[in-house]
Structure formats: structure tokens, C-alpha cells
Nanobody, 125 residues
Framework: QVQLVESGGGLVQAGGSLSLSCAAS????????MGWFRQAPGKERVFVGA????????VYADSVNGRFTISRDNDRSTVYLQMNSLKPEDTAVYYC??????????????????WGQGTQVTVSL
């Protein structure tokens, strides 16, 4: 059974930083692109960013480009989301996802293979 488990969420002040991790169990990690989505209260889940299977290419939503960085460690089957210069509008539940390609995560609806359970990120003024 494949599991994606996020960690690292919490409360941070505006302008601060937070780092999320997503650990994958099973043998799916290296064969999947990995990405992050977020869902704010009362809103739809939206794409944040994704990294290719080998980690050489990344893509980001315009709203986080230049502030967030995605990386992955295939030896540890873990993907990371480093979030800097956080804003109150970044408050959401953040979900990790695995997909066949990073571009498939940008489709609407996203074409993903697996989802994590989510971790809350709250940015206060």
C-alpha cells in the first residue's frame, strides 16, 4: 500500500518561513513526479508546484513563484517544500501528491496517482 505522509505544518508570522516534508512509502517514489497542492477554507484545491522524477525540473504556480522551492531526495523517498516570505493568503491545508509527470499535476482536474492526508499551514499577520 502506498502512503504519502506530510509533516512540518504549523503557525508562522507573515514574512516568516516554513518547510514541509512528504515521505513516501512503497516503491512509487522514484517513478513519479511529486508535487504540492493547497486548499484554503471554502476554496478548491489548487496546484502549488511540482518537481520531475529526477529532480531536475520544477514548475510553480504564479502565486508562489520566487518564494517557494520544491526539492526531492530519491534516496530518502522524500519531497520538500520550502516556503519563504509567507503571506496570510498562503494559509491552507497543504497536500503532497504523486503523478506520472509534473505537467499532469497542472491539469484541471489534476491527474495524480496518490495523495497525502494534508498538513495545516497558518500564516498570521
Amino acid at each position: 500500500q502506498v502512503q504519502l505522509v506530510e509533516s512540518g505544518g504549523g503557525l508562522v508570522q507573515a514574512g516568516g518561513s516554513l518547510s514541509l516534508s512528504c515521505a513516501a512509502s512503497g516503491s512509487i517514489f522514484s517513478s513519479n513526479a511529486m508535487g504540492w497542492f493547497r486548499q484554503a477554507p471554502g476554496k478548491e484545491r489548487v496546484f502549488v508546484g511540482a518537481v520531475s522524477r529526477r529532480g531536475g525540473r520544477t514548475v510553480y504556480a504564479d502565486s508562489v513563484n520566487g518564494r517557494f522551492t520544491i526539492s526531492r531526495d530519491n534516496d530518502r523517498s522524500t519531497v520538500y517544500l520550502q516556503m519563504n516570505s509567507l503571506k496570510p493568503e498562503d494559509t491552507a491545508v497543504y497536500y503532497c501528491a504523486a503523478a506520472g509527470s509534473k505537467d499532469s499535476m497542472r491539469s484541471i482536474p489534476p491527474r495524480t496517482n496518490y495523495w497525502g492526508q494534508g498538513t495545516q499551514v497558518t500564516v498570521s499577520l
